[in-house]
């Protein structure tokens, strides 16, 4: 793959994860702040670390869920790791500046 491809394929993960919604709040995942890292190996397998609002989150497992499923449908992806992580642990300040303005916190 060229760098421009896998460029590509990051940017692709990154818009795809931007619309899975965590379902008791209604901002994306991303933009709340709950990816804190993706790793994306040019022979198709993403790992993603991710964290939930609370570590006893009702909906842990269908988020996850919903990140293996969506990611493991961009173009390029052939696996996906989906690493829950509660350190550090997460907080408003984590959130984009959209999100804060969305739930009207900035």
Same mark, same amino acid.
């Given at each position: 793959?060229?760098? @421009?491809?896998?460029?590509?394929? &990051?940017?692709?993960? #990154?818009?795809? *994860?931007?619309?899975?919604?965590?379902? &008791?709040?209604?901002?994306?995942?991303?933009?709340?702040? *709950?990816?804190?890292?993706?790793?994306?190996?040019?022979?198709?397998?993403?790992?993603?670390? $991710? %964290? +939930? %609002?609370?570590?006893?989150?009702?909906?842990?497992?269908? *988020?996850? !869920?919903? #990140?293996? $499923?969506? =990611?493991?449908? =961009? @173009?390029? #992806?052939?696996?996906?790791?989906?690493? +829950?992580?509660? !350190?550090?642990?997460?907080?408003?300040?984590? $959130?984009? !500046? &959209?999100?804060?303005? !969305?739930?009207?916190?900035?």
């Amino acid at each position: 793959m060229t760098p @421009e491809e896998i460029l590509k394929v &990051e940017k692709d993960i #990154v818009l795809t *994860l931007k619309n899975i919604y965590d379902p &008791e709040i209604p901002v994306n995942i991303y933009d709340l702040g *709950l990816i804190y890292n993706i790793d994306y190996d040019p022979s198709g397998e993403v790992t993603i670390q $991710m %964290t +939930l %609002t609370a570590p006893n989150c009702p909906v842990a497992d269908q *988020l996850v !869920e919903d #990140v293996n $499923m969506q =990611v493991g449908k =961009v @173009e390029g #992806v052939k696996k996906v790791n989906v690493i +829950l992580v509660f !350190e550090p642990a997460w907080d408003k300040s984590m $959130m984009s !500046e &959209e999100a804060l303005l !969305e739930l009207g916190l900035f």
